[in-house]
């Protein structure tokens, strides 16, 4: 079984705000723990493949506890390095009744995220470049690129950090690309390329579109995968990160793109049904999934 190298600090704790257009007794804050590298190897531990996360916590309880959580569910916690004067990453999010959502962030400990070195000796067979500090993003994702490790660059909300030239170093050192409709536009304004530039020169790009399922784009070409409707619309949150785990898993399988992303859409429709970005169970077996 090969292992995913996941090179993002932002496993965050939450405090979820509901904002009702009409107040109500549902209107109630909750702490949810955990959110992207972690949501992301939820799908990896629930069905065996060897995962190592890396990236920053706090020391003492708080940290004792984080990484307690993970090695419950099997994951691979070495290479989460604890600090004692840094908070792990924060986020409040906002989200009205029609699950629009406004984010408040504080990095933390994501900040020193950089002193964690990506190398080969772990003999990790894909990773990931999520949002993390701005020089773990930059460090991390040359380190993959010279260690031979085909990436996934997710840039999510810390693409802004970057400008065209820096975008563009990532793009021509990542496998894969992944990113929703707005980043993909910021992407595109920033390098000065299209998508379909973009996709010639990684080996394909995937932009998420919600409800309205993904695009994959390969040499230029682009094929719409469809959604698959959620038996219900809980919670939005986390559904990004568990859509690449599934990414993740079948790239890991060695499936074509365009498989992968249809179960990060199935995946994705799981988690909305669910609040909480990790609360969601798969219903069906990932390996056994055919489009």
Request: hydrophobic residues 40%; negative net charge.
């Amino acid at each position: 079984m090969g292992k995913l190298g996941l090179s993002s600090g932002g496993s965050y704790f939450f405090l979820c705000m509901p904002v009702q257009h009409i107040a109500d007794d549902s209107a109630h804050p909750r702490q949810c723990v955990g959110r992207n590298r972690k949501a992301v190897a939820m799908l990896q531990a629930q069905r065996g493949c060897c995962l190592v996360i890396v990236g920053m916590s706090l020391s003492g309880d708080e940290g004792a506890s984080y990484i307690g959580r993970k090695t419950r569910q099997g994951i691979d916690t070495r290479f989460v390095k604890q600090l004692d004067d840094s908070y792990t990453a924060q986020a409040m999010i906002m989200t009205d009744s029609d699950n629009n959502q406004i984010t408040a962030f504080h990095p933390g400990a994501m900040t020193e995220a950089h002193v964690n070195m990506i190398d080969g000796s772990e003999g990790a067979s894909v990773g990931i470049v999520s949002p993390d500090g701005r020089d773990a993003m930059l460090q991390h994702s040359a380190q993959f690129k010279a260690a031979g490790i085909p990436f996934v660059f997710d840039p999510g909300q810390g693409l802004p950090m970057f400008n065209g030239q820096e975008l563009l170093a990532f793009v021509e050192q990542a496998t894969w690309i992944a990113v929703n409709d707005y980043e993909a536009k910021m992407l595109c304004d920033r390098t000065g390329l299209d998508l379909a530039a973009l996709s010639m020169k990684v080996q394909g790009l995937v932009v998420t579109l919600g409800e309205q399922g993904c695009q994959v784009w390969e040499q230029g070409q682009m094929t719409l995968v469809a959604p698959v409707k959620a038996q219900e619309v809980v919670d939005p949150t986390g559904c990004g990160d568990a859509w690449r785990g599934a990414l993740l898993y079948g790239l890991e399988k060695g499936w074509p793109l365009a498989k992968c992303a249809a179960l990060g859409n199935r995946v994705g429709a799981l988690k909305v049904a669910a609040k909480g970005p990790q609360n969601y169970v798969l219903d069906f077996d990932p390996a056994t999934f055919e489009v």
